[in-house]
């Protein structure tokens, strides 16, 4: 959430200092992620009492801002770079997070083998 709401910030600053850094798409994708980002700490709540549906939406937001994140990064000319940078430090915190909530769905699962 911090990376997200960081991001905004930064793209309010380069607004007035150098504006094509600043894009429609940039902001765009800022919004978005920002929008994700407190959903995250939302279902990370509901998760912590146990709730598997919210382990599973945990699992399925982390998984949209990975994909989303990876493909804009990846695609040229499309968003500044100060922006890809960001892009992949956010795929990369979703990936370790997805690791972590496989782990902790499969978890039960091993607790019930014979």
């Given at each position: 959430m911090v990376?997200a709401a960081g991001?905004?910030?930064a793209?309010i600053?380069?607004?007035?200092a150098?504006?094509?850094?600043a894009?429609k798409e940039?902001w765009?994708?800022a919004?978005?992620?920002?929008?994700?980002?407190?959903?995250?700490?939302?279902?990370?709540?509901?998760?912590?009492?146990?709730?598997a549906?919210?382990?599973?939406?945990?699992?399925?937001?982390?998984?949209a801002l990975?994909?989303?994140?990876?493909?804009?990064?990846a695609?040229?000319h499309?968003f500044p770079g100060?922006m890809?940078?960001e892009?992949?430090?956010?795929?990369?915190?979703?990936a370790?997070?997805?690791s972590?909530l496989v782990?902790?769905i499969?978890?039960?699962?091993?607790?019930?083998?014979?």
């Amino acid at each position: 959430m911090v990376l997200a709401a960081g991001t905004i910030v930064a793209l309010i600053t380069l607004e007035g200092a150098a504006r094509h850094l600043a894009t429609k798409e940039a902001w765009g994708h800022a919004v978005i992620v920002l929008v994700f980002a407190v959903l995250l700490p939302l279902r990370l709540r509901a998760a912590r009492r146990g709730r598997a549906d919210a382990l599973r939406a945990l699992a399925i937001i982390a998984s949209a801002l990975l994909v989303v994140n990876a493909v804009e990064a990846a695609l040229p000319h499309a968003f500044p770079g100060w922006m890809r940078v960001e892009m992949v430090v956010i795929a990369v915190l979703m990936a370790v997070l997805i690791s972590m909530l496989v782990r902790r769905i499969r978890q039960p699962l091993a607790g019930n083998l014979p």
